[in-house]
C-alpha cells in the first residue's frame, strides 16, 4: 500500500453524505456518525479516505452482517493506539472496524464515553479551530509520506505520537472553551 497525502478535495463533505445512510442502515439503534479524521477538517490535506465514526452505546450489539450488507467491509482491527503515559482500560480503545468497498473509506465504530470515541471528535473539532495546528498536521503528513511512501509502519510511528501531541492541545481547548461532544453530523 502506497501512502499518498493530497491537497483538499471540495468533494470529501459530499462523500461523507453519501456514505451516511447506508452506516445508518447498518448501526444499531440510538447510534451516531461524525465525518472524523483530516478529511473532515477544511483545508487539510489528507489520504483519499474519509474516515468516519459511528457511536453506539454497546459495541457487542454491533453485527459485522449489517454493515457488510451495506458495502462496509469487516477487518481485524479492534484496538485504537494508547498514548504513550496513558493507562487505558481495554474497552477505552475498543473499536470495530470496516472499510468500505465502494468510495474508500475507514469506519471507526466505538462505543459512547470511552477515551477513543471523544479523541475523535475533540481533535477534529480543535483542528478546525486552530489552522495553524492544522496546518502544521497536514505538513508532518505530507513528509511522512514523502520520505515513507510504502512504510506504512514507519509512517504511523512518527504520525501516532505527533497526533498524541494533538491530543493533549486538543484536550486543554476543550476545557478552556468549554467544548461539548457534538451530536451527529
Known sequence: MQIVIVPP????????????????????????????GSTAVLGLPA?????????VEDLDQVEDAAF?????????????????GLELSERDLRKR????RG????IHVREKGCFNQRFALVCRDFLRARPVAAA???????RLAERFPVDV???YD????VFDIIVEGANAWAQVTGWSEPTAD
Not at 17 to 36: C, E, F, M, Q, W
Not at 136 to 142: D, H
Not at 158 to 161: L, N, R
Open 153 to 155: 509502519d514507519a509512517y
Open 47 to 55: 489520504k483519499d479516505v474519509i474516515d468516519i465514526q459511528v457511536t
Open 136 to 142: 502544521a498536521y497536514g505538513l508532518i503528513k505530507q
Open 68 to 84: 457488510e450488507r451495506e458495502g462496509f467491509q469487516s477487518t481485524s482491527i479492534l484496538k485504537d493506539h494508547c498514548p504513550p
Open 9 to 36: 478535495q471540495a468533494s470529501w463533505t459530499a462523500d461523507f453524505t453519501s456514505l451516511k445512510p447506508g452506516l445508518l442502515r447498518a448501526a444499531p439503534v440510538a447510534s451516531y456518525i461524525h465525518h472524523i
Open 97 to 100: 472496524f470496516y472499510r468500505g
Open 158 to 161: 512518527i504520525k501516532d505520537p
Open 103 to 106: 468510495r474508500a473509506a475507514n
